[in-house]
């Protein structure tokens, strides 16, 4: 399980332990699973999937590092 943070400069929109999310990263679209390699990415416009949950955003930037993932996300 990857603990999966996201987070607009106004609130919180997801927080929660899923099995994979899917996210729309500068040089293509992504998907992180747990114990996934430390990364840094920006966000371009597109949809994080987590879960069977989704979120359209226009931009962003991720992190991932110890099994944890957290995207700050324009919608």
Do not use: D, W
């Amino acid at each position: 399980m990857v603990n999966v943070v996201i987070y607009t400069p106004e609130r919180l929109v997801f927080q929660g332990k899923v099995q994979s999310v899917v996210l729309p990263g500068e040089q293509g679209v992504f998907e992180v699973l747990a114990y996934h390699k430390p990364l840094v990415s920006r966000l371009i416009s597109g949809v994080i999937v987590v879960g069977e949950q989704s979120f359209a955003i226009r931009c962003g930037i991720a992190g991932v590092s110890r099994n944890r993932c957290i995207a700050v996300i324009e919608e």
